[in-house]
Structures are given as C-alpha cells and as structure tokens.
C-alpha cells in the first residue's frame, strides 16, 4: 500500500472532488445502504464534510459528481441491474450533510465512469489550466467501482491525484482494501495516498 503523504495545496492548483455520496448508499432507506456499515458511512462523510469546509474557507473548487439513472440503460434493460439512482428522486440526491452550495458545480453521470461523457471535461477545462500543476483531492465511493473510474480518470488527464483513505467508502472491507490495492500499483505515479487530516489548505 502506498504511504500516505501530507499534502499542501491552494485555490490556484487544487480541486476538491466528492464521488457518489448519494443517500442511494449512504442513508437508511436507500436501495444499498448497509446498516452494518454505518460507521463507515458517517466517517467518511465527516472526513469529507471537514475538507469541503477547508476549501470553501480558501476558495478551493469543489466538483460533485453525482451518480444519476433514467433507467433506460442499457445495464438495466439489456443486462438486468436492479433499477437505483433514479434521476430526480430522493435516491439520487447528495447526502444532506455534504449538500452542494450554489458556488460548488455539479456534474451529473449516467453510469460508473465519470468521463464517459464530456461534460466533465468541460469543467475541468475551465477550471484547470495545467493539469500536471493541480491536485485533484478525489473523495468518496465505492473505492473498487466509480471511485475507481474517477481516479483513473484524473490519472489518465495527467493530474496529481490525492486519495484521502478516510475520505471513501465501500460496501465491504474486502471492496475497499482492493480498490486501495489497484490504486496502489506503481504504473500510476501521479496518484498519491493521504488523509483528510494531512490534506491543509491555504488561501489564495
């Protein structure tokens, strides 16, 4: 497993990215909620909650990306996934607690990657200038699916991507400790290890 690293960073070449915290699979009532894992729900979403505050203190970006479905897809017509996170419903929203604020952007997805369609790469191109020059503090779940892809993704753009492990979640401690483990490969030296607690940062 990768150490994990302090990270200092500041409005000029950080972005904050919040994955999949949906009450879907966050909060009883939703279609995956776990009541076992409870603890690391509500962990994960206090780790989060704290780093979100530091970036809107120092004017950080943050990126939601919310998972969303009009069931029309392909993996539940063609392939028999059980129907969830349909767009517009309660279980498709962000959880409360971490509730977007009209400064924050958010981008919706239709399946577990989050660049598969462009608009993605449409704010993070106004945003960003340089990737090699941004951390991209990538947080949320689950660790082995979309939170995965999204890392992948930002690897792939070439941005220094920060994964805070108390800032993820996952359905299983066996899920997480292998999205961790891929994550953890050195054919991916732009992604770095961290903790909400080593992640400052400064103002602009």
Not at 21 to 48: D, S, W
Not at 78 to 84: E, I, L, M, R
Not at 134 to 146: D, F, K, R
Request: include cysteine; glycine fraction near 8%.
């Amino acid at each position: 497993m990768k150490p994990q690293q302090n990270i200092s960073v500041n409005s000029g070449n950080a972005i904050l990215v919040v994955v999949d915290i949906e009450n879907e699979f966050c909060k009883p009532g939703g279609k995956f909620y776990l009541p076992e894992r409870a603890h690391v729900y509500q962990a994960m979403i206090t780790a989060v909650k704290g780093l979100a505050q530091q970036a809107r203190e120092t004017r950080v970006p943050i990126v939601y990306i919310q998972s969303v479905r009009t069931l029309r897809e392909a993996e539940f017509t063609v392939f028999g996934a059980q129907p969830h996170l349909q767009i517009g419903t309660w279980n498709s929203e962000i959880v409360e607690e971490l509730g977007p604020r009209p400064e924050d952007i958010v981008v919706q997805k239709f399946c577990h990657d989050a660049f598969f369609r462009p608009d993605l790469d449409r704010v993070l191109g106004k945003l960003v200038k340089e990737p090699t020059k941004c951390h991209a503090i990538v947080t949320g779940g689950g660790t082995s699916v979309c939170y995965h892809h999204a890392v992948m993704g930002f690897h792939l753009r070439d941005y220094r991507t920060v994964v805070p492990v108390d800032c993820l979640y996952s359905g299983t401690d066996g899920y997480h400790q292998l999205g961790l483990e891929m994550l953890s490969h050195p054919a991916y030296p732009n992604v770095v290890f961290s903790r909400s607690d080593l992640i400052k940062m400064s103002p602009p």
